[in-house]
């Protein structure tokens, strides 16, 4: 089975912190995503990697950056918390050239 | 922007009743159109359909493509209290990039 794990479940942060949320899977895939679902909006595309080192925008960046130094990692980095960060954070990845994605179990991020 | 619109956004039914759920689009260079449910964790991966008018059923889901009218539905017939959850609809782009609608919030009562 696939396994895509998130380093925490809930987390809490002051305003102005820098925060970084951990994805791993460990099925060798080569395309990983972040994404934050908030209520009425679906889940939004912050950033995906399709390779080490490789990174592209998603549909909300700003305000995120990411890092991917080994494949089968991929952490979000918020520079500096805001209250409108407060979301659910989902990490997901998918091999190339498949359609299907996994997802992690989730970061419910809040930000005071 | 590519546009995913899911309807209704929230549904009640109870136990035992068909319900259909709608996504419709805008775009139509995508690879393929994803049905996945959300519980309270990890969305759950239900269809994945890339043929117009040609059905996928698993169970007492069933779930079909119209790219001529450009959208698609989910089917869930004799509903249980099971099947509550986020429904979520998204269209697959290179790199299995997901655009995602805004999901159906289906409550099912005994």
């Known amino acids: 089975d696939v396994k895509v794990t998130q380093s925490s479940r809930y987390l809490v942060k002051r305003t102005g912190e820098k925060v970084f949320l951990e994805c791993v899977q460990d099925m060798d895939h080569e395309n990983m995503f972040w994404y934050r679902q908030d209520p009425g909006l679906g889940l939004r595309l912050i950033y995906f990697?399709?390779?080490?080192?490789?990174?592209e925008k998603g549909d909300i960046p700003e305000g995120y950056s990411v890092s991917r130094e080994k494949k089968e990692r991929f952490s979000l980095i918020l520079e500096s918390a805001s209250t409108n960060q407060t979301s659910m954070y989902l990490c997901?990845?998918?091999?190339?050239?498949?359609?299907?994605?996994?997802f992690g179990p989730g970061t419910r991020l809040t930000v005071t | 922007e590519d546009k995913v619109v899911q309807s209704p956004l929230s549904l009640v039914v109870h136990e035992g009743d068909t319900v259909t759920l709608n996504c419709s689009y805008e775009v139509t260079n995508f690879r393929s159109l994803l049905w996945y449910k959300q519980e309270k964790k990890a969305p759950t991966f239900l269809f994945m359909l890339?043929?117009?008018?040609i059905e996928k059923k698993s169970g007492r889901l069933s779930s079909i493509l119209d790219k001529k009218e450009l959208f698609s539905i989910l089917n869930i017939t004799a509903t249980q209290t099971g099947d509550s959850a986020i429904y979520l609809c998204a269209l697959s782009f290179s790199y299995g990039k997901l655009t995602f609608g805004q999901g159906t919030i289906l409550t099912v009562h005994p």
């Open positions: 990697s399709y390779d080490v080192k490789m990174k």
């Open positions: 997901a990845s998918t091999r190339d050239y498949s359609y299907e994605q996994y």
């Open positions: 890339t043929s117009s008018g």
